[in-house]
């Protein structure tokens, strides 16, 4: 059951600061996984692999 005197303009004051938080903590995650994957990728595409060949 929810409270009968629930005031919602006051809830979303209360909370705008926590749930801009949130936003910038999945920012800061997006960001870091950008630049972990694309650093990794990069790395390869500067060093191609050398192939010797094996007298077999």
Known sequence: MSAPDTN?????TRHVTM???L????L???GV????????ASDEAAAPA???E???
């Open 8 to 12: 919602i303009e006051r809830q979303k």
């Open 19 to 21: 749930l801009h938080g």
């Open 23 to 26: 936003w910038i903590g999945i």
């Open 28 to 30: 800061i995650a997006a």
């Open 33 to 40: 996984a950008f630049v972990a994957l694309s650093s990794g």
């Open 50 to 52: 050398t192939v010797s």
């Open 54 to 56: 094996a007298a077999g």
